[in-house]
């Protein structure tokens, strides 16, 4: 049994390196000095530029809603001229389709009224649900803006 | 299902009127001067709609709306045609909503020629958004009139002494022994 030079497990040369505990900070570019700055001049600019344009986007609104105010009584007497006359062609309508129906009586179900305490030439609305009545209900689509552009 | 046989509706002929046929595009462009043009049947119009709240009681009033509208819009046709046209090409090619910004310029040869020939001024941008006060020669309507009930509470008599009222702060659980 020949004797064979035995070696020790030891460190490398010159020894193992340094052991990094501390905290490695980051490169930094500004101080806080200059982040306040920057903050105040960013936000300066931000409110001059919001002030500057409020009050243009304030001042194009209002005249846009002033010229649809001018031409609202247009529009509404426009309006409530072709109700009333849709109005007249439903109540037609509904006579000239329930005429063989025995008891029936326009505008109300055999005789018993829909409001008990309006009287009967007040003025109460008409709803869509009525207005759409005798029409195709595809055009009822069109006016909620449910139907399909095709 | 609503309208009974006892419901007063205008005939066809009382609602036929020529209608006022322009393009949302035209009505936009022509709004300040149309609004200034009929200021005294749309403020006549709108107090009878708002007060009244029918609008067969007011179709009078509509249909001269409507009227002095058709009015306007010929006069402008006639004098003022070119440069309506070009000022409504600019709010159309502008803007999706007819904003007004985009076109002072074509708006201003409009605003000369209509003072020259139609003789109305623009109005100020916020003249519409304004509140009005109209003097009508229509009778206001009569006030609502509430039922009486015999049985209301009565109220205390007149030479009650005051100190036996009970005043807001001494109220609740100290019951005016403070």
């Known amino acids: 049994m020949s004797s064979v030079a035995r070696l020790q497990d030891l460190p490398p040369p010159g020894g193992f390196g340094k052991i990094h505990y501390e905290k490695v900070p980051h490169k930094s570019f500004f101080n806080g000095k200059w982040i306040a700055i920057t903050f105040g001049i960013s936000y300066a600019l931000g409110i001059a530029g919001y002030l500057a344009s409020v009050n243009i986007i304030k001042r194009q609104r209002i005249e846009t809603q002033s010229a649809r105010n001018a031409i609202q009584p247009f529009l509404l007497a426009e309006r409530d001229r072709q109700l009333l006359l849709q109005m007249r062609k439903n109540r037609d309508a509904e006579a000239e389709l329930m005429k063989d129906v025995e008891g029936w009586e326009v505008g109300t179900l055999f005789g018993t009224p829909v409001y008990n305490t309006v009287g009967e030439n007040e003025w109460i609305g008409y709803r869509p649900n009525s207005y759409y009545a005798h029409a195709d209900p595809d055009r009822r689509l069109d006016y909620e803006g449910f139907s399909l552009y095709v | ?178």
């Open chain 2, 1 to 178: 299902m609503v309208l009974t046989n006892q419901f007063k509706l205008p005939t066809e002929e009382e609602l036929t009127v020529p209608e006022l046929n322009v393009t949302a595009a035209a009505l936009a462009t022509g709004a300040f001067h149309l609004g200034k043009y009929c200021e005294e049947p749309c403020k006549e119009f709108i107090l009878c709609r708002d007060e009244l709240g029918d609008p067969r009681k007011c179709l009078d009033e509509g249909k001269k709306v409507t009227s002095c509208g058709i009015e306007f819009f010929k006069k402008v046709k006639k004098s003022c045609l070119a440069e309506f046209t070009q000022y409504q090409k600019c709010l159309i090619s502008s803007s999706s909503n007819f904003e007004y910004g985009p076109c002072r310029k074509t708006q201003e040869v409009f605003n000369e020629c209509v003072k020259a020939h139609i003789g109305i001024d623009r109005p100020r941008p916020t003249y519409f958004c304004e509140p009005k006060i109209h003097d009508s020669k229509r009778p206001a309507p009569a006030l609502p009139q509430y039922p009486k009930y015999d049985d209301a509470t009565p109220g205390l008599p007149q030479n009650y002494p005051k100190d036996k009222i009970s005043t807001e702060s001494t109220q609740g659980v100290f019951d005016g022994n403070i």
